[in-house]
Structures are given as structure tokens and as C-alpha cells.
């Protein structure tokens, strides 16, 4: 069961950053914002070992320090 989650959460991070060539149109804010959430995701999965919530978590609040950075 671990594997699959694993697997999820790598397919799901994966989805996202390449998801992020789109972002042409975005303002440079909107682009961090994306990036810390992408980049929180992943961190939050790995540090809790797949979690569901450690991955929202992880999203949350790299989008908010993505949002910040200038």
C-alpha cells in the first residue's frame, strides 16, 4: 500500500511541474506561487512519507511563501 501512495504522490508531482511549461501568461508571482506549491508538495509528501495531509500541507505552505518571494 505504501508503494501505491509513493507511486501516486510521484505521479501527481510529476503531473504538476510539468503542468508548469503552461504558465506563460502568469505573472511573476503567479508563477512562484506555483512553484512553492509544487515544490511544498513534494517536500511535504517526502517528509511524512506519502502522507495525504503532509502533501496538502506541504502545497499550502509553499504557496504562500512562493506568493512572497519577489
Known amino acids: ?16 511541474l510539468l503542468s508548469l511549461t503552461a504558465c506563460s501568461g502568469m505573472t511573476t508571482r503567479e508563477k512562484n506561487t506555483a512553484v ?3 515544490v511544498g508538495a513534494v517536500t511535504g509528501s517526502a517528509v511524512t512519507g506519502g502522507s495525504t495531509a503532509g502533501t496538502i500541507g506541504g502545497a499550502a ?6 506568493s512572497g518571494v519577489r
Open 36 to 38: 512553492g506549491a509544487g
Open 1 to 16: 500500500m505504501k508503494t501505491i501512495r509513493k507511486l501516486t504522490a510521484s505521479a501527481v508531482t510529476i503531473a504538476v
Open 61 to 66: 505552505v509553499g504557496g504562500i511563501i512562493g
